[in-house]
């Protein structure tokens, strides 16, 4: 083996022989690596067992729902607790460092209520929607559906029957448009797919 490349200065650009690096759609992207980094995009990026979904079932996405409707709970309640206190502590008077004391318990005490009450309402739909795709083994806009419309009448059953009717149907109505708009969202094709499945 000649020693002939360690007299030679280093180089980062391509080779300029003849064959397939020298043509100029092969030329390597990496001058570290010497290849074109293009050819390694061929594959999909996730790898998938036989016959599995390629999409995340609901019991993957209950975790990302629950988390971040309490958060908006969490953040619409601290927007409506610092309302309050700004009100209440301007009609009681108060300045300086109480003033700042009850703002921060107006705003965490109901910043904690409305968190736990939008993480309260994520946990009933998210284990309805999980039940239903399992008893009927597929999950589709029916289950979503059905899953909003039980998630009011547990959340309001201890209200008695004419609330918990009210919470049903705002849960039944809240998921009806949900389905419509990502149904809607997905164009006339889906929308005639939707017609053909449960009409």
Same mark, same amino acid.
Not at 1 to 12: A, I, R, T, W
Not at 70 to 82: D, E, H, P, Q, S
């Given at each position: 083996?000649?020693?002939?490349? $360690?007299?030679? @200065?280093?180089?980062?650009?391509?080779?300029?022989?003849?064959?397939?690096?020298?043509?100029?759609? $092969?030329? @390597?992207?990496? @001058?570290?690596?010497?290849?074109?980094?293009?050819?390694?995009?061929?594959?999909?990026?996730?790898?998938? @067992?036989?016959?599995?979904?390629?999409?995340?079932?609901?019991?993957?996405?209950?975790?990302?729902?629950?988390?971040?409707? #309490?958060?908006?709970?969490?953040?619409?309640?601290?927007?409506?607790?610092?309302?309050?206190?700004?009100?209440?502590?301007?009609?009681?008077?108060?300045?300086?460092? $109480?003033?700042?004391?009850?703002?921060?318990?107006?705003?965490?005490?109901?910043?904690?209520?409305?968190?736990?009450?939008?993480?309260?309402?994520?946990?009933?739909?998210?284990?309805?929607?999980?039940?239903?795709?399992?008893?009927?083994?597929?999950?589709?806009?029916?289950?979503?559906? #059905? #899953?909003?419309?039980?998630?009011?009448?547990?959340?309001?059953?201890? #209200?008695?029957?004419?609330?918990?009717?009210?919470?049903?149907?705002?849960?039944?109505?809240?998921?009806?448009?949900?389905? $419509?708009?990502?149904?809607?969202?997905?164009?006339?094709?889906?929308?005639?797919?939707?017609?053909?499945?449960?009409?």
């Amino acid at each position: 083996m000649s020693d002939d490349f $360690l007299s030679k @200065p280093l180089s980062f650009g391509a080779p300029q022989s003849s064959g397939i690096a020298a043509s100029p759609q $092969l030329q @390597p992207l990496s @001058p570290y690596l010497n290849y074109d980094t293009r050819y390694l995009q061929t594959q999909p990026e996730f790898i998938f @067992p036989e016959g599995a979904s390629k999409q995340r079932g609901r019991f993957e996405l209950a975790f990302s729902q629950i988390g971040s409707s #309490a958060m908006i709970g969490a953040c619409i309640g601290g927007a409506g607790g610092l309302y309050n206190g700004m009100n209440a502590t301007r009609l009681a008077n108060q300045t300086g460092k $109480l003033r700042r004391t009850q703002l921060l318990n107006h705003v965490m005490k109901q910043g904690a209520a409305t968190a736990n009450t939008f993480g309260t309402i994520a946990v009933m739909y998210s284990a309805f929607g999980v039940l239903l795709q399992y008893a009927r083994g597929e999950d589709d806009e029916i289950n979503t559906i #059905a #899953a909003g419309g039980a998630t009011g009448l547990l959340y309001k059953s201890t #209200a008695g029957l004419r609330k918990c009717a009210i919470g049903g149907g705002i849960g039944l109505a809240l998921t009806s448009m949900y389905v $419509l708009w990502s149904v809607a969202g997905g164009g006339t094709k889906k929308l005639s797919d939707l017609k053909s499945q449960f009409l």
